[in-house]
């Protein structure tokens, strides 16, 4: 295989970035569902070689300057529309290159200006198309790895949030199909972590309608979407960059009686991460009263509940963090009591 590799590098090298692009992008162009055995050989050869241009060997180092004139002469030809738009006539492997080498240009920066961003801004609707990609098994993989690659530009992760296309996310995240939903989840995920300041900014003026949905995740008969997004909630409320979020969701009686039931869930993974946004709600100094009220009437009810809580669990910080909320809620005047845990 090292010496396959070396050879195509060697090919490549004597081919300019023009050259290459030129036949790829007259290979894809002829490949319809009728294709041949041998144009879809054509085409899985030069999309071999522009990999190879790419990545190299693992033995011998790419030419980056050759990397860069590749991908701005593969967004000149709009390749990366045609492959996004043809992906489901290619075979497994061939799949998988095109998506590496999307994947290559959409990451590219070149002083800056990527020519992958730029072609995206061009051609905004190649992101509908990779998401639209979800729908079908056999290339949603390869569209979740190139729609990552997008998101890593914070201009094209802006135009996605704030697009029609971000509220459809929530539907995905819950597809039947397991691989499918676990990968559409880990571009949501990528949203909503990579670029914070963005992030913050965007939760901040689409609150309601953001968490309105994402209410819709917490209470999903799915275990894993349920799980998933608990553990995700935890990390953007404890995130520096999200505190106005934070507070606001924390000022929330309804979102603490949701925590409150989901720590009372059959799944101990379920239980321990609603902890973890449990816990944001009783060591908030600034309590509201509705959420002061709310842990008093149910005082007793928690602290039997959580001294008894995940007690064989070995992590220290667990263990310390458990032992501050028990404080926090002891603490409290009690009320008289409810039915709300």
């Not at 309601?208 to 799915?222: A, C, I, P, V, W």
């Not at 603490?256 to 059959?266: E, R, W």
């Not at 709310?294 to 032992?323: I, P, V």
């Amino acid at each position: 295989m090292a010496n396959i590799l070396k050879k195509v590098l060697h090919s490549t090298a004597s081919k300019s970035p023009q050259d290459l692009v030129s036949r790829t992008s007259a290979a894809a162009d002829k490949l319809t569902e009728t294709a041949s055995e041998r144009q879809q050989e054509e085409l899985s050869k030069y999309l071999t070689y522009m990999k190879a241009a790419m990545f190299g060997d693992g033995e011998a180092e790419p030419s980056k300057d050759h990397a860069v004139l590749l991908c701005w002469e593969a967004c000149k030809v709009g390749l990366p529309l045609v492959l996004a738009h043809k992906l489901n006539l290619l075979d497994f492997e061939t799949r998988k290159d095109a998506a590496q080498v999307c994947g290559c240009i959409f990451r590219m920066d070149s002083n800056a200006d990527g020519p992958g961003v730029r072609f995206v801004h061009e051609h905004p609707e190649i992101l509908d198309i990779l998401f639209q990609g979800y729908n079908n098994p056999n290339i949603a993989l390869n569209c979740g790895s190139m729609l990552r690659d997008c998101v890593r530009d914070v201009s094209l992760a802006q135009m996605v949030l704030e697009g029609p296309l971000f509220g459809q996310y929530f539907e995905k995240v819950q597809a039947t199909n397991f691989e499918v939903a676990s990968d559409a989840f880990q571009t949501f995920k990528d949203l909503l972590t990579r670029h914070k300041p963005l992030v913050g900014t965007y939760l901040n003026s689409h609150y309601e309608e953001f968490f309105q949905q994402y209410e819709k995740l917490l209470t999903s008969d799915n275990y894993v979407t349920r799980r998933q997004s608990l553990k995700l909630l935890g990390e953007l409320l404890l995130d520096r960059a999200n505190v106005k979020v934070m507070m606001r969701y924390v000022s929330d009686s309804k979102n603490l009686q949701m925590m409150m039931m989901l720590l009372k869930d059959n799944s101990r993974s379920i239980q321990f991460e609603a902890f973890h946004v449990f816990k944001v709600f009783v060591a908030n100094p600034n309590k509201t009263e509705k959420i002061t009220g709310l842990l008093q009437h149910n005082k007793d009810k928690l602290l039997r509940y959580l001294g008894d809580f995940h007690t064989d669990k070995d992590d220290e910080q667990f263990k310390e963090e458990k032992a501050v909320i028990i404080k926090e809620i002891s603490m409290l005047e009690p009320l008289e009591q409810d039915e709300q845990f």
